[in-house]
């Protein structure tokens, strides 16, 4: 049975003006070891999708009209949110977009990341290395070493003393690698990724996409990258789902899909990308679609 | 942190100094005579003479303010030409009264503000919220003095369980002053009898005081715990597990009490200012009522040590408020 | 008309630390030079932090400088009285990056493209409907209609606004327009129709282009020459074929590699193997 | 050029702001709570302004005494019943809305004014203006402002005009100091920037771009005032210091009550209640207002 199998999801949000639809029948299957891009612009429901995943969007606004949402045979959509809360953090671990907003500004990111860890050690102690029975001070201890031993991985320097800083104190990518050692900590079997290096620097852009790469690799687990830059999902992904609108236009292996693409509209995106070797007056946007283009 | 708590009294100083001055001035070129008043209506030149002689009134304006300024550092803030007596020694005999009366009235509206604040947004457009919200507008528009005497009414007038007015009955001997605040010093002397009076006593008019800070802090509270819990990383937290209660009482509350604080601090000076008006209802003999008899006859000195005294516990307060805000937050901290 | 950068430096003062005490102080910029040619279409290339901003801030006299100079058109910048740097004012414009900060929330299209036809009266001398008409032609010139002139920037797209950008930059028809990343704030789609209205705009009516990015494709697309900046410092300076296809520095060189191209095969983890059979 | 064909250009129609406002005002409608503000709020200006025409015993209002109908509980002839002198207590409070609806709209519009400007120039130059302006509105916030207006209309003597500028003048540094924050805040933003380039010199950004951005937390601070100047004027009317008898006024009419209470209530009642909508009113359109006007909190 696949990692995570998404079947015809459709969501509605409501908003003061009224309800619209958001998502309509997205399909969509993770394998471990996948790295899935879900590339598409601004409003094409790409975040949505992913953060329905784990369940955090609130309904009411929210309203999933049809489809279900299967993480390793459980039906997110259905499950209980006590089962949802153990999923989340243990089983899928989450990074966002803007790392100067997603650390608690008041609090030494060592207490978050140690709670995280104490939340995945409680769902299933092997994660710190501990038998069921241990003592609360020694799953403290053991969230603790584990902290300092994941920031040390994803390349915070000297992490045993960085670990009592606040994130002021910290750059924009080194916010971001905390933010994946919080994510990986638990040892999730998907990785949830929403523009992770839209907000920063193309040179610490490329230093994230290496580390996210590694990981995979040596834990062997799945990744849904939501992006809208091409060039990131060429470089890391190895499957690709283009998104407009709330539909999947086309998805399959990158090779296939960036090289050899079917549909009009990715083309004409690949084609909206200035890349170091294109000519000028090659670009052309989306000027020559029309709506039935994505009947 | 010292060095960011000595920067911040450095500041206070200059803040004082221009204090003294603004009130001296105000005092001294106001019309309105207190010798005159002093004196009877039917006072001899000589007598009025001798007064203002006694009080340094003919004494070029600069010199009044430096004997003035001087007097201040050393307990001279003046003498009272209505009570007879140094304002110093007034101010000290009726600030107990009214520090009690506030800080029982700001204990009251932070006790059940912030909770109430932090459920009413938790739980956003439920009936609690709704009545809460309806009450707090009511509670912010009531007039303290109105509320006053309606308590008045109600409790002592009509249902006669709690004592109409006063700080403690004349009969009664109050405990020994070690703090001056009746209900501490009964605590001390662990005279449960007292107590039970002080209490009493105290209960009508610190509600009074308490009603628009409570309801002011509520809303506030639940303002900023709604802006806090829609932050991202709130979003992030919730992500990776972490259980609503520890997100709300552990990273949502730390966040949202940096901004109530300064409210908090902002309505020590408003009570500060508006005991006057609770005191005149329940005739507690606080500082309030020695600044509005002193008004009423146009004696200036009681009025500068009264505004001082608040002016200085203001300042005070905001420090602390400074100081605990660089707790909660240690980006200020650092700065 | 050149716009001339002499060993300009920038260094900002330290943040005030109680009373007496000041911070350590930040050089934006370290004897910085450059020379922008009339109808060239010059490109800068550098990071967050790395002074590009504080450059355009300096060349319009928003920020003062430490030291060196800078000249337009001969003119000393920083030292023309303010009379005379009003009138220099409406030959040098620019267009910033984020579109929904850069328009006044509160006036309507008409009035922002207005607004330099409006301070600048005494040099061009327009009644009010003349003013309209001119609103209008510059709306067309940038591929908006004039259907909506009397509405609120709010109702726009992040394209459409980044146009009403470009008009009101070109309503006093200035020969020089600082571009401050004006499309890195919007979709592939909607910046590739940007790119190519400014490039239309710069041939049709021969403005230079002091162009500033992060985005070197974007700089390959749209500039001749191209310099790199970094913490401050030039690095490199050229024509875009030459420092593209042969970087001297190592932080050019760094800069393109770590550039994702949409070309899968071109990816630095892609072993070769792996590319196009998938995992 | 493109071919210049007919520029179509619409009428500069004022429908763009209009459909604005009307868009804010149907936000407005959504919540009952400040449409009732509104409406007691208007319901209050008029009966202020009608008062000496519709007033039943406008003799009363002149200080004239009936004391035969002394303490009469409210009935049909005397609504709010009569106080300790048989003057009707409608009357009263009817005709003692006008000094504390006005002095209270003059003492938010002077704070407003004073402290726009102040703050403005303040936020807008920094440097040394800043710090001047700004320690003299920190010495004034410290001072409790009841008691220096106290002292302040003691001194001056009373009335209303005394009362209005004692008030006035501990209460515009609480605008100062939102205007300066706001101005701060307004002047980074990129549109400032590119007025700054076009040539737009400080007159011109900060009257034409600075304050029509920062006029909605004004608006909304305003009106909430609005409601507490009213208290702050029925304060001093209550502690003695407020109009000179005989203009009847909330505060000294509850005063005056106070030694009659517990038997003859309705004699506090009536101002107090008074008192009472009119803050609560001018509070309720004040949340409506800030919902309206600041988008971000809209909760």
């Known amino acids: ?295 | 942190m010292l060095l960011f708590v000595l920067r911040r009294l450095v500041l206070v100083v200059p803040i004082l100094i221009g204090l003294t001055l603004l009130l001296f001035v105000v005092a001294r070129l106001l019309p309105g005579d207190p010798v005159g008043l002093a004196a009877g209506p039917n006072a001899t030149p000589e007598l009025i003479a001798s007064l203002r002689q006694e009080f340094g009134l003919d004494q070029p304006l600069p010199i009044q303010y430096w004997t003035y300024l001087t007097g201040l550092v050393t307990g001279d803030w003046g003498m009272s030409v209505f009570t007879r007596r140094p304002v110093f020694e007034d101010v000290l005999t009726y600030l107990p009264a009214t520090l009690e009366l506030v800080f029982a009235a700001l204990i009251i509206a932070v006790v059940v503000g912030i909770p109430l604040g932090l459920l009413t947004a938790v739980y956003r457009n439920g009936v609690l919220d709704y009545a809460t919200r309806t009450l707090a507008l009511g509670g912010i528009a009531m007039p303290r003095f109105f509320l006053g005497l309606l308590l008045q009414l109600a409790f002592a007038a009509w249902l006669d369980i709690l004592p109409l007015s006063g700080r403690y009955p004349l009969i009664e001997i109050p405990p020994e002053t070690v703090t001056g605040f009746y209900t501490v010093d009964a605590l001390i002397a662990g005279d449960w009898y007292a107590l039970r009076i002080a209490l009493a006593h105290l209960a009508l008019p610190a509600i009074a005081m308490a009603l628009s800070p409570l309801a002011t802090i509520m809303r506030m509270m639940r303002a900023s715990t709604i802006e806090v819990l829609q932050q991202d990383y709130v979003m992030t937290e919730r992500a990776l597990g972490l259980s609503n209660r520890l997100i709300l009482f552990k990273y949502v509350l730390k966040n949202a009490m940096t901004s109530t604080l300064t409210v908090i601090g902002l309505y020590v000076s408003w009570m500060l200012g508006g005991t006057v008006l609770v005191e005149t209802v329940f005739d507690w003999p606080g500082l309030g009522l020695y600044a509005t008899q002193a008004i009423l006859t146009q004696d200036f000195m009681p009025v500068i040590g009264v505004t001082l005294v608040i002016a200085i516990i203001y300042l005070f307060t905001m420090l602390v408020v400074d100081v605990l805000y660089g707790v909660f937050n240690p980006k200020v901290r650092y700065a | 008309m050149s716009l001339v950068i002499e060993n300009v430096t920038k260094t900002f003062p330290g943040q005030r630390q109680g009373l007496f005490g000041r911070g350590d102080s930040f050089t934006a910029l370290d004897d910085v030079s450059l020379r922008v040619a009339k109808g060239a279409s010059f490109g800068l290339v550098g990071e967050s932090g790395s002074g590009k901003t504080t450059l355009t801030r300096c060349i319009l006299r928003l920020e003062s400088l430490t030291s060196g100079r800078i000249l337009f058109d001969g003119a000393d910048v920083h030292a023309l009285a303010s009379a005379e740097m009003r009138r220099l004012r409406s030959r040098l414009q620019i267009v910033f990056q984020d579109p929904y900060a850069s328009l006044d929330p509160r006036m309507t299209i008409h009035d922002i493209v207005a607004e330099p036809l409006v301070i600048h009266r005494d040099v061009v001398k327009m009644t009010e409907r003349q003013r309209t008409e001119r609103v209008a032609e510059l709306l067309l010139q940038v591929g908006l209609g004039t259907q909506h002139l009397f509405r609120y920037p709010h109702e726009f797209s992040g394209g459409q606004r980044q146009r009403i950008g470009i008009a009101r930059a070109l309503a006093v028809r200035p020969e020089f327009l600082i571009l401050d990343e004006p499309t890195s704030a919007l979709d592939v789609s909607v910046q590739a129709e940007v790119l190519n209205l400014l490039h239309r705009l710069q041939v049709e009516l021969g403005l230079t282009y002091f162009f500033i990015s992060h985005d070197l494709g974007v700089i390959r697309y749209i500039c001749d020459d191209v310099a790199v900046i970094y913490r401050g410092k030039l690095v490199e300076q050229g024509p875009v074929a030459e420092i593209f296809d042969r970087p001297q520095n190592d932080y050019t060189r760094m800069l393109l590699n770590a550039m994702p191209d949409p070309d899968p095969d071109r990816s630095p983890f892609r072993r070769p193997a792996e590319a196009g059979v998938g995992a | 050029m493109t071919t210049p064909e007919p520029l179509a250009i619409p009428r500069r129609n004022q429908s763009a702001r209009l459909e604005n406002w009307s868009r804010a005002f149907y936000r407005f409608r959504q919540s009952w709570l400040s449409m009732v503000g509104l409406a007691i709020v208007v319901a209050l200006i008029v009966l202020a302004l009608l008062a000496p025409f519709i007033v039943p015993y406008p003799e009363h209002v002149e200080g004239v005494t009936n004391t035969a109908a002394r303490f009469q509980p409210p009935s049909a002839s005397a609504w709010f019943g009569t106080n300790a002198l048989g003057q009707d207590m409608f009357s009263l409070v009817l005709v003692g809305s006008q000094v504390s609806l006005f002095s209270g709209l003059a003492v938010v519009f002077i704070a407003v004014v004073v402290g726009t400007a102040v703050g403005a120039i303040a936020g807008y130059f920094g440097g040394w203006i800043d710090e001047i302006l700004m320690r003299v509105t920190d010495l004034l916030l410290t001072i409790p402002s009841l008691i220096l207006a106290m002292a302040v209309a003691a001194a001056l003597g009373t009335g209303v005009f005394n009362m209005i500028i004692a008030i006035s003048l501990t209460w515009w540094p609480a605008y100062a100091r939102l205007v300066r924050g706001e101005v701060i805040g307004k002047k980074e933003e990129q549109f400032i920037a590119a007025a700054h380039a076009l040539g737009a010199g400080w007159p011109r950004i900060l009257c034409r771009h600075i304050l029509p951005n920062i006029v909605s937390p004004i608006i909304v601070k305003a009106s909430l005032d609005m409601g507490f100047a009213i208290l702050t004027v029925a304060s001093l009317g209550f502690v003695g210091i407020g109009v000179k008898p005989p203009t009847p006024e909330w505060g000294t009419l509850l005063s005056g009550a106070r030694s009659y209470m517990p038997d003859y209530w309705w004699t506090a009642v009536a101002p107090g209640m008074a008192i009472f909508l009119a803050v609560l009113a001018f509070n309720l359109l004040g949340d409506g207002l800030r919902d309206v006007l600041d988008p971000k909190a809209r909760r």
């Open chain 1, 1 to 295: 049975m696949a990692l995570l199998d998404i079947r015809n999801l459709n969501l509605a949000m409501r908003s003061y003006e009224g309800e619209t639809q958001i998502l309509h029948g997205i399909d969509l299957v993770i394998e471990r070891g996948e790295i899935w891009g879900m590339v598409g612009e601004t409003g094409s429901g790409k975040s949505l999708t992913g953060l329905s995943i784990s369940r955090l969007i609130p309904t009411p606004p929210g309203r999933y009209l049809a489809g279900s949402i299967e993480f390793q045979g459980t039906d997110v959509l259905k499950a209980a949110e006590r089962d949802m809360r153990r999923l989340r953090g243990r089983h899928i671990g989450t990074i966002f977009q803007d790392p100067t907003t997603n650390l608690n500004p008041v609090f030494r990111i060592g207490t978050q990341i140690v709670d995280v860890a104490l939340h995945a050690g409680h769902a299933d102690p092997t994660v710190l290395g501990l038998s069921a029975g241990a003592s609360r001070r020694e799953f403290k201890r053991a969230a603790r070493e584990k902290a300092i031993e994941m920031l040390d991985k994803v390349g915070i320097p000297k992490a045993a003393e960085r670990i009592d800083d606040y994130p002021h104190q910290f750059s924009g990518g080194m916010r971001q690698r905390v933010l994946i050692a919080m994510a990986m900590i638990g040892k999730p079997d998907l990785l949830i990724a929403d523009e992770p290096t839209t907000a920063l620097d193309v040179s610490v852009q490329a230093q994230i996409l290496r580390l996210i790469h590694d990981l995979v690799a040596e834990r062997n687990i799945g990744v849904l990258l939501i992006t809208h830059n091409l060039g990131v999902v060429a470089q890391i992904c190895t499957h690709v789902a283009v998104m407009h609108r709330g539909r999947i236009l086309e998805s399959g292996k990158v090779g296939d899909v960036l090289k050899r693409p079917a549909h009009v509209y990715t083309q004409a995106l690949l084609n909206s990308v200035p890349t170091v070797h294109t000519k000028r007056g090659e670009l052309r946007g989306l000027s020559g679609l029309t709506p039935e283009s994505f009947a």
